[in-house]
């Protein structure tokens, strides 16, 4: 057995060699923050104090993760890439220690709770912690309990930072899903805490043209930004592309037809990869084949993209191949 040590909370923790040290992190409640769990976002990248060489040599996909956050990998690594092979002592979390405090933690009250179709539900919340605000696109965590530990989820946020005691997720309900299931029978009255929000996929400030895609419950941030550039009056034109399977999973038609009747610079189009042709008479195909054949190369253009990691990695590369330039591509990846 492994010594794992989580010094900036006081944590010592054995675990067996192979174990997943997000499942390590996860038994021990430490308080690293996890988002995709899969090396992409880097929300847990944490310092490593001791036993740096047990956690093997950083992948290509670590060193880019790092890399894009601006951090050492000879001082920081991601432990949802990790797996136990030694002793680690881990310090703080970058998000900590950036923010020069511990991470926020919050408690919400549920407000209402409604299906948007048959696998994705909408909660809103009530915030009853003091100083909530957030920007445009990111997310909470939830600590959601369990039989033996608090599981933590990562929930982007839906709904307009100008409402500070207020927040909306919508999620999918996914078989076997902790965290998901445990969202979908929430109701008005019961009280869940929260970290955060926390997250770089954020609303940029200029005054750019801007490309939205996004695929099922990837909706989420992508309507916190609209509901922002509303508010704000922007003159931006936002032409957003959002991909679901077939007629029954479609969501948020109104909010999205009532956004056009409001904000003459948006547009929208909604893609369906495998629809019933009896039930729809729209664009059918996968959305990133709508990027590639209706989007125009242009210089200024700034591009938000949200789903699967494999849609986001192909939207990526027929940006780039039109000419929109790496840093103004922002993304976060749903898993």
């Keep these: 057995m492994a010594k794992i040590c989580f010094r900036s909370d006081g944590i010592e923790h054995q675990a067996a060699d192979g174990d997943w040290l997000y499942d390590v992190c996860v038994e021990a409640r430490a308080t690293i923050p996890f988002a995709c769990k899969a090396g992409a976002c880097g929300t847990c990248a944490t310092e490593v104090l001791e036993g740096s060489e047990n956690l093997g040599k950083p992948g290509l996909r670590e060193l880019r993760t790092l890399g894009e956050k601006g951090l050492d990998p000879d001082r920081y690594r991601l432990p949802c890439l990790g797996t136990v092979a030694g002793d680690v002592a881990f310090g703080r979390s970058a998000l900590a220690t950036q923010a020069g405090r511990e991470l926020p933690v919050g408690e919400a009250e549920v407000e209402s709770q409604r299906r948007l179709n048959l696998t994705v539900?909408?909660?809103?919340?009530?915030?009853?912690?003091?100083?909530?605000?957030?920007?445009?696109?990111?997310?909470?965590?939830?600590?959601?309990?369990?039989?033996?530990?608090?599981?933590?989820?990562?929930?982007?946020?839906?709904?307009?930072?100008?409402?500070?005691?207020?927040?909306?997720?919508?999620?999918?309900?996914?078989?076997?899903?902790?965290g998901s299931n445990y969202v979908h029978r929430l109701r008005?009255?019961?009280?869940?805490?929260?970290?955060?929000?926390?997250?770089?996929?954020?609303?940029?400030?200029?005054?750019?043209?801007?490309?939205?895609?996004?695929?099922?419950?990837?909706?989420?941030?992508?309507?916190?930004?609209?509901?922002?550039?509303l508010e704000q009056r922007s003159?931006?034109?936002?032409?957003?592309?959002?991909?679901?399977r077939a007629v029954q999973d479609i969501f948020y038609t109104d909010f999205l037809r009532g956004l056009e009747a409001q904000y003459p610079n948006f547009q929208h189009q909604l893609v369906l990869s495998a629809p019933d042709p009896a039930q729809w008479a729209g664009r059918r195909g996968r959305v990133t084949d709508a990027v590639r054949e209706l989007v125009c190369p242009a210089e200024r253009t700034e591009a938000y993209l949200c789903g699967s990691q494999g849609m986001v990695a192909e939207v990526e590369a027929i940006l780039r191949s039109k000419g929109v330039a790496a840093e103004h591509i922002h993304h976060e990846d749903f898993y």
């Design 235 to 244: 003159n931006r034109k936002v032409h957003l592309l959002f991909g679901v």
């Design 121 to 178: 539900c909408e909660v809103r919340f009530f915030v009853r912690t003091q100083g909530f605000a957030f920007q445009p696109g990111q997310y909470v965590i939830f600590q959601i309990p369990a039989e033996r530990e608090v599981v933590r989820r990562s929930y982007s946020i839906s709904t307009t930072p100008s409402d500070q005691r207020h927040f909306e997720i919508c999620v999918r309900a996914v078989a076997g899903g902790h």
């Design 188 to 229: 008005p009255g019961q009280k869940i805490r929260f970290e955060g929000p926390m997250g770089d996929f954020t609303l940029r400030d200029n005054d750019r043209d801007i490309l939205m895609v996004a695929t099922g419950t990837g909706i989420s941030p992508i309507k916190s930004m609209l509901l922002h550039l």
